[in-house]
């Protein structure tokens, strides 16, 4: 079940329409895992400054479980997040961070109880 956060101060009219179904599709795709697993919020119009500079950027925040809790996996899933992201968004790398966030199975519930059980 991965869960994608998309945080940018670019304003909503300045998100591409769709932006959270295609980024559902793209995180299935570099997670491996089913579309109807992943949750997906954008949150568009936030004050943010990165290095120092309040010009457009972004930030993503992956968790999952199984998927992003090595270098190695991370390695090649930032890779495939960040051409995503530069088409979508139209920002330079440098403007965009991605963090991963191991889970684990105890950690995620649904279906009135934790993915440990079913």
Request: hydrophobic share 40%; proline share 7%.
């Amino acid at each position: 079940m991965p869960f994608v956060e998309l945080d940018t101060n670019l304003p909503a009219d300045r998100v591409p329409a769709g932006l959270e179904k295609r980024l559902g599709a793209a995180t299935a795709a570099i997670l491996s895992k089913p579309e109807d697993r992943v949750s997906v919020t954008v949150r568009p119009g936030l004050t943010m400054v990165r290095g120092g500079s309040t010009e457009p950027c972004a930030q993503l925040c992956v968790s999952s479980i199984g998927v992003v809790g090595t270098a190695e996996q991370n390695h090649g899933h930032s890779a495939r997040f960040f051409e995503f992201l530069t088409k979508e968004l139209a920002l330079g790398q440098d403007r965009i961070s991605i963090h991963f966030y191991p889970l684990e199975p105890w950690q995620v519930g649904r279906q009135g109880t934790v993915m440990t059980f079913l």
